[in-house]
């Protein structure tokens, strides 16, 4: 197959905004994507377009992905696109990437390339030990709440050296944190933050290491940016430092990860840190009817830290939105059972077309 049919193979079935965004290959680039626009697509094959269409080799592309799920929906897009070639490419998400270097750079950090993971359920378990240690009681101080501030520090480059409490409260989670760490150190274990945390101090505090790094990856992408936190946000910065070919996809307007660090401003500090970048608006949306699309615009535009999209779709205007008021919880729920019997009694949908949401 030709180059030229390549080309047309790849850019096939894309939008024209899609189609830019694929084919901008030089610089920083920040793809604002509405919902239901075609964003995971747009990744696989703009990967798809560098190896093919510019002769990049695979091994010198990272695509970072949010979860393992999407990991693996990326590399089966690309797999039908790039067949054996994929297994050159580093996809994964930021602590599965992360792992990868500390296995082979533990050295320069004085841990035991060996080490253990310690998942949520270890994480407590060491929280409560640190807390016994220090003689404190873990009703008065809460495990998961000690946790979950350390987990935010971490989040935000801050180790307990660096920890300054403001409350009495967090004055006790500073020295739970620095038990925590000589507790971890002691098992040869880190937990999920400090996957990224250590790599981001084996960057800063070894060049040589970093540079080898950035030699290697000459474009980077990543996906559901608006949930990054600033661990991550600063990895990539050093990562791409050299080549400055950072390709990032997200939407301010889909932020729901604040409890876990995410920081939806990363995206301004992008387009602060990338002066000159350039920003495609994915606006087409083709999952929703424009009915639902234009209600939750009229939502989401009261938001002012937030770039103003104006979703579209050929599905047509759809149904009318429905608002119930009921007077009970009992009430409510007998109108949504109502309702779904309604619409499969008249042939409209199955039940398993329905889906009811509740926030608790």
């Known amino acids: 197959m030709g ?35 075609g964003k995971t697509r747009v990744l696989a094959q703009r990967v798809a377009y560098l190896v093919k269409e510019c002769g990049c080799e695979p091994y010198r592309i990272m695509a970072v992905t ?65 807390l016994k240690d220090l003689n404190l009681d873990d009703k008065t101080y809460r495990p998961k709440a000690i946790q979950s501030a350390i987990s935010r520090a971490k989040s935000e480059l801050i180790g307990p050296d660096e920890y300054r409490p403001r409350t009495y409260w967090q004055e006790v989670a500073s020295r739970v944190y620095q038990r925590y760490q000589e507790l971890l150190a002691a098992n040869s274990a880190l937990d999920f933050d400090d996957l990224l945390m250590a790599t981001a101090r084996l960057f800063k505090e070894h060049e040589d290491v970093l540079g080898k790094y950035q030699r290697r990856y000459r474009y980077i992408l990543v996906d ?67 009915t639902i699309l234009d209600a939750a615009k009229s939502v989401i535009a009261l938001n002012i830290h937030r770039t103003p999209k104006e979703l579209y779709t050929d599905k047509g205007q759809g149904f009318p939105i429905t608002v119930f008021e009921a007077y009970n919880e009992q009430e409510e729920g007998q109108y949504v059972v109502d309702e779904i019997q309604r619409l499969v009694a008249q042939g409209l949908c199955r039940p398993g077309d329905c889906a009811v949401m509740y926030r608790t």
């Open 224 to 290: 559901e940016f608006q949930d990054t936190n600033m661990a991550q946000y600063e990895l990539l910065k050093l990562l791409s430092e050299k080549h400055r070919n950072l390709f990032v996809v997200g939407d301010e307007d889909q932020s729901i990860y604040r409890f876990r660090g995410a920081d939806f401003r990363n995206i301004q500090r992008f387009r602060n840190d990338y002066s000159g970048a350039r920003v495609v608006l994915l606006e087409k949306n083709y999952r929703s009817t424009q």
């Open 3 to 37: 180059i030229e049919n390549w080309k047309s193979d790849i850019l096939e079935g894309l939008n024209s905004a899609q189609r830019e965004a694929v084919q901008l290959i030089e610089g920083p680039v920040l793809v604002l994507a509405g919902p239901g626009s």
């Open 66 to 130: 949010f979860t393992n799920k999407a990991a693996r929906e990326m590399k089966e897009r690309l797999y039908h696109l790039l067949g054996e070639r994929l297994k050159q490419l580093t996809i994964g998400t930021f602590h599965a990437i992360c792992v990868r270097i500390l296995r082979r750079e533990a050295r320069h950090l004085g841990i035991p390339s060996n080490f253990v993971i310690y998942d949520t359920a270890d994480q407590l378990s060491l929280v409560r030990q640190a």
